[in-house]
C-alpha cells in the first residue's frame, strides 16, 4: 500500500462513525432485498452489493456516491464463475472442471481477462472466483467449480485465472476483483457432505490444501472468502488461525476476506457454536472476516458489542482498512463506475474464445479404433440421450438457469451449439441422414416430447419434471422407440451424465451410477451391434464402468459452455485431434472413492476384495489420434530442472501435456507415491520430437512435518515424465538432493 492510500484511508476512517464502519462491512444481497431497500443500504455507507446487474449497479452507485455522507463507492460482486454467466448475454465458458480438463494456463488467463471485460462492462467489480478446493471426493456437489483433484494444478491454473481478472493494474477498465475460495479445506468435507466438517489436521492442511492459495496470494488476488464449513468443530467463520495467524502472517495476505452466503447467521443456526447475533458477529469480526455477505443482522450486532465493550472498535477499523485499501488500488474513489469494454458482452472474439476452450477440454476416455468417424462410410446417424440437446446440462451450474433464483424457469438465450446440433453442422450437405431421440430422463421421470408442441414446451417440462424422483420403468416404451430409431444406421452418438440438480450447493450425491433409466438405455443400444459412442456430458465423474463395456469409444465432456457440442462433434469427426487430460479420477464404483491418484502408501493389499485397485480412469489421461514416446530424462539439480524428450509416433500433428511428478522416497512423515510437480503443453508434427524442459518449484520437494513447518529433507528422490499419473504412462529417474 503505498503511503498516498494509506493517508487517504486513515483519513476516512478517522472521519467515520461507528453505524458507518459497519456498514462498510456489510454486503447486500439485491435480489433477496429488493431495490428500495439496496438504496437504503447504500444511503446508510454499505461496503458493497451482491447479484446487481447493468443498470441496476449503476443507479446504486449513484446513491452511495451522492447520498451517503461521505460518499464512498461501493464495490458490486457477481458469481462469474465461468464466464459473466448470470448475464443472459454473456460468453458462457466451459465450468472450473472442465477448464482443467485443458491443463492450459494462457487459456485460463484469456478466459479470465474476457470474463473480467463483460463483469466490468456490466458496471460491477468483482468475481467470487477461483474455487480453489480440491475436489477429491466427487460425491460433493460442487466438483465442477474445482480445478480437480491436484493441489499443483490447481494452483498453476487459479494463478492464471487470478492473473486474467485482475491484470497489471486494478483501476483498468477491464479489471475487477478475483476471489480465492474456499478457505480452507472446504472440499474435504467428512462424506463430502456440503458445508459439514472437515475432520483433519493443520499439518495435513498446510500440506495438501493451502498450496493453492498460497500461489493466489503470490499472484497479487486481492480477496478470499470464508469457507461454510469448518476444520475439527471449529466454524471457519470464527476460526482465527486460518484466516489471520495463517492467512495474514504467514501467506501476507493483504487484501479484504469476505464470508460466504450468510455465514455469521450459520453460526447460530446450523453450526450453534453462539446463540444470538451479537456472540455471532464478534466471533466473526475478533477471527479476521471484513466483509460479512448477506447476514445484514451483523450490522445491529456488531455495533452493539461494540457499544458494550465486547468488542474492541479497532477491530471494525482494521476490517474497513482492508475494504477501502482495495476501493483506492481499484481506482473507485476517483471512477466509481468501472465502463468495461463497451461491446464486449458476448462479444465475437469472446466466442471464439469459447469454442477454443471447449475444444481443448474434450478428453476421449477410450476408442476401440471408431474415432475419428469417417464420413465417407457413413449413411445415417443417430444422436440418442438425455444431454444431446439439453444446453442447461451442458452448461451446469451458475448460469442465468440456476441463479440468482433457482428453480425458476429461464429460456435459453443463443448463441450456443449442443451435442445434436453439432453433429448436425459437422454433416450438413454430406447426404447423410441425422435422426435423434430423447430416449430417457436422467432422473428417470416419465413423459413422451411427441405429447409437446414444439422442442421448448418439452424442455420446460423436462425441467420442471427433472426435480422429481419418480418409477423409470415407465420409460421403457420411449427407451425401445430410441432403438427403433437406431436400427440401420450406421453410427449411434449417446449422450449421457447428471443434470444442473444432481449438482452444485445443496446437491451433494450419495450414488455415482448413472441415474434414471440410462444405464437401461445403453445396454439395450449395445445390443444392436452399432458403432457406439457415448458422450459424458457432466458435472463430475460417474462410476461408468458399464458405459465403458458397452462403448465402442467413451468421451468425457464437463459443462463444455456455449459451444461444448460443436467441439465434442469436431473431436467425433476428426476435425479436431483431441487433446484434454483428466484434472480428476473415475472411480470403477462409488464405494471406492476417494480415488484419487496421490494418496498415501501403507493399506494392506491397497483394494477392497470386490473391487479393482485402480480407478476407472486416472489423473491425466487423456487419448489423441497420435501416439507419444517418452526419453532420455534429465535433471539438473541446481536449478530443478527436468528435461526429457518426447517424440509423436502418429501419423497426426498433436498436442501432448507432458506430465513431471515427484516421489519422496523416504521421508520423516508420510508422502505419497508421486505428486504432480510440472507440465507443459506441446505441439508435435508427425515423426517430431522436441526436448521439453520444466522447471520445478522447491515445494515440489518438501514436505510439512508434525510441527506445521515445511522443509526438505535430503535423500532419494524419483523423478517421473510422462503421459498420465499411470505408473505404465511413466519414465523415472533417481536423485539425490
Not at 483519513?11 to 429488493?34: D, F, N, R
Not at 474434450?362 to 476408442?367: G, Q
Not at 498415501?600 to 501416439?627: I, K, M, N, Q
Request: proline share 4%; charged share 25%; glycine share 8%.
Amino acid at each position: 500500500m503505498s503511503m498516498e492510500v494509506k493517508k487517504k484511508v486513515e483519513e476516512i476512517i478517522s472521519q467515520m462513525t461507528l453505524e458507518e464502519k459497519a456498514a462498510q462491512m456489510i454486503q447486500v444481497p439485491v435480489a433477496m432485498v429488493g431495490m428500495e431497500q439496496a438504496k437504503e443500504w447504500a444511503r446508510r455507507g454499505v461496503g458493497s452489493f451482491l447479484h446487481a446487474l447493468g443498470d441496476d449497479a449503476r443507479e446504486l452507485q449513484k446513491v452511495a456516491v451522492n447520498e451517503s455522507r461521505l460518499k464512498i463507492p461501493v464495490v458490486f460482486g457477481i458469481d462469474a464463475i465461468h464466464g459473466h454467466g448470470l448475464n443472459r448475454n454473456a460468453t458462457i465458458f466451459p465450468s472450473q472442471l472442465s477448464m482443467a480438463s485443458t491443463w492450459d494456463r494462457d487459456l485460463v488467463e484469456k478466459i479470465g481477462h474476457a470474463t473480467a471485460t463483460e463483469v466490468a462492462t456490466d458496471g460491477l467489480h468483482w468475481t467470487f472466483s477461483p474455487v480453489l478446493c480440491l475436489g477429491r471426493d466427487p460425491r460433493w456437489g460442487r466438483i465442477s467449480e474445482t480445478f480437480g483433484e491436484d493441489k499443483y494444478l490447481s494452483g498453476e491454473l487459479g494463478a492464471s485465472m487470478i492473473k486474467g481478472y485482475q491484470g497489471d493494474d486494478l483501476s483498468a477498465d477491464d479489471s475487477i476483483l478475483a476471489c480465492a475460495k474456499h478457505f480452507i479445506a472446504y472440499g474435504e468435507a467428512t462424506g463430502a457432505r456440503d458445508a459439514y466438517d472437515t475432520q483433519i489436521t493443520y499439518r495435513k492442511i498446510k500440506d495438501e490444501f493451502l498450496p493453492p492459495f498460497k500461489k493466489a496470494v503470490e499472484a497479487g488476488c486481492a480477496t478470499f472468502m470464508t469457507a461454510y464449513g469448518s476444520v475439527d468443530g471449529t466454524p471457519l467463520t470464527a476460526d482465527r488461525k486460518a484466516l489471520h495467524d495463517i492467512l495474514r502472517d504467514e501467506l501476507k495476505f493483504d487484501g479484504f476476506l469476505i464470508t460466504d452466503w450468510d455465514n455469521v447467521n450459520a453460526l447460530i443456526r446450523r453450526q450453534k457454536v453462539c446463540d444470538n447475533i451479537g456472540d455471532a458477529s464478534a466471533l466473526a469480526a475478533k477471527a479476521g472476516n471484513d466483509m460479512i455477505m448477506c447476514s445484514t443482522e451483523f450490522y445491529e450486532g456488531i455495533i452493539e458489542q461494540v457499544k458494550s465493550g465486547k468488542v474492541d472498535e479497532a477491530q471494525l477499523d482494521e476490517a474497513v482498512r482492508h475494504i477501502l485499501t482495495i476501493k483506492f488500488r481499484m481506482g473507485l474513489f476517483a471512477k466509481p463506475d468501472k465502463k468495461g469494454v463497451p461491446g464486449s458482452i458476448g462479444c465475437e472474439a469472446h466466442r471464439e474464445l469459447a469454442l477454443k476452450a471447449a475444444r481443448e477440454s474434450v478428453t476421449v476416455l477410450t476408442n476401440d479404433g471408431v474415432l475419428p468417424v469417417r464420413k465417407k462410410k457413413l449413411r445415417k446417424v443417430v444422436v440418442i440421450g438425455p444431454n444431446a440437446d439439453d444446453i442447461r446440462a451442458q452448461y451446469g451450474d451458475w448460469t442465468y438457469f440456476t441463479h440468482p433464483v433457482p428453480g425458476k424457469y429461464t429460456e435459453p438465450q443463443r448463441p450456443y451449439v449442443t451435442l445434436l446440433e453439432g453433429v448436425r453442422n459437422s454433416l450438413e450437405g454430406s447426404g447423410i441422414d441425422v435422426e435423434y431421440s430423447y430416449g430417457c430422463s436422467v432422473n428417470g421421470r416419465s413423459y413422451y416430447k411427441g405429447d409437446y408442441p414444439d422442442t421448448e414446451a418439452f424442455m420446460k417440462q423436462v425441467y420442471e419434471d427433472n426435480r422429481l424422483d419418480n418409477d423409470g420403468t415407465k420409460e421403457m416404451p420411449y427407451i425401445n422407440e430410441a432403438a427403433s430409431i437406431a436400427r440401420g444406421a450406421d453410427l449411434i452418438i449417446l449422450a449421457l451424465g447428471d443434470n444442473y440438480n444432481q449438482m452444485g450447493e445443496y446437491n451433494d450425491r450419495a450414488e455415482l451410477r448413472l441415474s434414471g433409466m440410462q444405464e437401461a438405455l445403453i445396454r439395450i443400444l449395445s445390443t444392436m451391434k452399432i458403432p457406439l459412442i457415448t458422450v459424458l456430458i457432466t458435472s463430475k465423474p460417474l462410476a461408468v464402468p458399464e458405459v465403458v463395456r458397452d462403448s465402442d469409444a467413451v468421451i468425457c465432456a464437463f459443462n463444455g459452455g456455449m459451444y461444448g457440442g460443436q467441439a465434442v462433434s469436431e473431436v467425433i469427426f476428426g476435425d479436431f485431434n483431441p487433446e484434454g487430460r483428466l484434472p480428476i479420477s473415475f472411480p470403477v464404483v462409488t464405494g471406492q472413492v476417494p480415488v484419487y491418484y496421490n494418496q498415501l502408501p501403507g493399506w494392506h493389499e491397497g483394494r477392497y476384495v470386490d473391487c479393482p485397485a485402480e480407478p476407472l480412469f486416472a489423473f491425466g489421461e487423456g487419448l489423441s489420434y497420435t501416439w507419444y514416446e517418452y526419453s532420455d530424462i534429465k535433471f539438473d539439480a541446481d536449478t530443478k530442472t527436468v528435461s526429457v524428450k518426447v517424440t509423436n509416433t502418429g501419423k497426426v500433428k498433436g498436442v501432448e501435456t507432458v506430465q513431471i511428478y515427484i516421489d519422496d522416497v523416504v521421508s520423516s512423515v508420510m508422502t505419497a507415491n508421486k505428486n504432480l510437480a510440472g507440465f507443459a503443453k506441446v505441439e508435435l508434427a508427425s515423426g517430431e520430437s522436441k526436448t521439453v524442459s520444466i522447471k520445478l518449484d522447491d515445494d515440489a520437494f518438501s514436505v510439512v512435518l508434525p510441527d506445521e513447518t515445511r522443509v526438505i529433507e535430503p535423500g532419494k528422490f524419483i523423478i517421473m515424465a510422462g503421459h498420465s499419473s499411470k505408473d505404465e504412462d511413466l519414465i523415472r529417474l533417481a536423485v539425490e538432493l
